[in-house]
């Protein structure tokens, strides 16, 4: 088996939030809950990176969903200095298609569609693959963000590597 087809196993998806491993992570779920009303889900204007505590910044990531009829795409808009170090680059503004290719991109794209699709949060875990770094693990949780309450349009990630 060759380093391509083992990566499609090594993406763990879990939409159980409370197997949440990373007390990091945790906090940030948290907050993402607190801004959750009544059955809307939150929009990025609902809060400011600066509304967490500072020591979380650098675990945070913010993709845009770029929506074409049922085709998703997702960039990066914001990725915290954790996972620029981890990652050893800052994929800021990139498309996913752009940065990640063949069975990894379609591994990495299916823990973010999920969440967009499904309007709720997601727990992924495994290791880092996708980067050459077969030896880091990673946590992260995908918790959906929606200008008009219902239509995911931005997903806020907290992202943690060991």
């Known amino acids: 088996m060759n380093a391509a087809d083992r990566t499609r196993f090594l993406i763990k998806r879990d939409p159980d939030l409370t197997n949440l491993q990373s ?3 945790s906090e940030i779920y948290q907050f993402w809950l607190g ?3 009544d059955s809307r889900l939150p929009s990025r ?4 990176p600066l509304d967490l ?5 650098p675990y945070i990531a913010i993709a845009d969903v770029v929506r074409k009829g049922d085709q998703l795409r997702f960039r990066w808009r914001l990725v915290g200095t954790h996972i620029t170090e981890k990652m050893d680059r ?3 503004g990139l498309y996913f298609e752009d940065i990640y290719a ?4 379609e591994n990495l794209l299916a823990a973010y569609v999920w969440p967009a699709q499904n309007a709720k ?7 880092s693959e996708f980067v050459e770094k077969h030896w880091l693990t990673f946590e992260c949780v995908g918790m959906p963000l929606a200008s008009d309450g219902k239509t995911v349009d931005k997903l806020l990630a907290g992202m943690f590597f060991s």
Do not use: E, K, Q
């Not at 204007?45 to 400011?48: E, G, L």
């Not at 505590?53 to 910044?57: D, E, G, I, S, V």
């Not at 063949?102 to 991109?105: C, E, K």
């Open 35 to 37: 801004l959750c009303v």
């Open 23 to 25: 007390p990091i992570l």
């Open 121 to 127: 949060p997601l727990r992924w875990f495994g290791n």
């Open 53 to 57: 505590n500072a020591r979380l910044l």
């Open 90 to 92: 800052d994929v800021t």
């Open 102 to 105: 063949g069975d990894n991109h």
């Open 45 to 48: 204007a609902d809060f400011s």
